[in-house]
């Protein structure tokens, strides 16, 4: 089992920045492929960004490209979204997820389809002015 807590959302005026962080216990995120994942209201869940453990390699919303980025700190056991240039548009309650490496294809099927072993509780972020 692997607990996941987001923390870092609130409100931020158009073109400023917020950073998300996700803290894991239960299990070292070492085992996992690692993503971000957004739902806004009306709307189906996307994937945002993810990370394959196996060889690094990232996925990007074309939304998004250029202006956040992923990362994780093995050390701390925790995850981070930075997200710079914020738009109106990328309002919505933002999850950090894992999945098992072992059942990941691809990243960018797996970011796609947004299927997780393990899911936090979400975090608000509203961009306005």
């Known amino acids: 089992q692997v607990q996941l807590v987001e923390s870092g959302g609130g409100l931020v005026q158009p073109g400023g920045s917020l950073r998300l962080s996700c803290a894991a216990s239960?299990?070292?995120?070492?085992?996992?492929?690692i993503g971000w994942f957004r739902q806004a209201p009306g709307k189906p869940r996307e994937g945002v960004s993810c990370?394959?453990?196996?060889?690094?390699?990232?996925y990007y919303a074309e939304s998004v490209k250029g202006r956040f980025t992923i990362s994780r700190d093995i050390a701390k056991n925790a995850m981070y979204l930075q997200m710079n240039s914020l738009k109106p548009e990328d309002t919505a309650v933002y999850y950090c997820?894992?999945?098992?490496?072992?059942?990941?294809?691809?990243?960018?099927?797996?970011?796609?389809?947004?299927?997780?072993?393990?899911w936090g509780q979400g975090t608000q972020v509203t961009v306005s002015s």
């Open positions: 997820a894992v999945i098992a490496q072992w059942k990941i294809t691809t990243v960018e099927i797996w970011c796609s389809v947004g299927e997780n072993d393990y």
């Open positions: 239960g299990d070292t995120l070492d085992y996992y492929g």
């Open positions: 990370i394959s453990r196996r060889d690094g390699s990232t």
